[in-house]
């Protein structure tokens, strides 16, 4: 009977936990995403941006644009700017999400994949 031996390359291995250097790399990534996505909206959108707790993360190699409304009224308005939104941030990185919660407890977040953009289409 013969024995099959198996090799195990490095890269095959379980993810090593990051290193602060790559912690600090990723928080860099994001802040200039975020930075960039917003100076490259309009001035109606900055505003309602403004008006909202917003961040960019990339956790599970995912970028997602969070976008945390204050109440239900800013959610429609964010929700009405989302194609613009996706738009703009498609422009910076083709494989992206948006996520638009609103408050707490008054319903459930939509997320929307900036690839997705055509279906979402009429509502610009």
């Known amino acids: 009977m013969a024995r099959n031996m198996y ?13 602060s250097a790559d912690i600090i790399l990723r928080q860099q990534l994001e802040d200039s995403i975020s930075r960039y996505f917003y100076e490259a909206c309009d001035r109606t959108i900055q505003n309602l941006l403004s008006d909202c707790r917003w ?5 599970a190699n995912a970028l997602t644009l969070v976008i945390e409304c204050p109440d239900q009224v800013t959610n429609w308005r964010v929700l009405q700017k989302i194609v613009p939104m996706g738009t703009l941030l498609h422009g910076i990185v083709s494989s992206a999400k948006i996520r638009v919660c609103p408050p707490e407890s008054q319903g459930i977040p939509f997320e929307m994949r900036v690839d997705e953009l055509s279906v979402y289409r009429d509502w610009a």
């Open 7 to 19: 090799y195990f390359n490095s890269d095959d291995s379980h993810p090593m936990q990051p290193t």
């Open 55 to 59: 961040y960019v993360t990339t956790h």
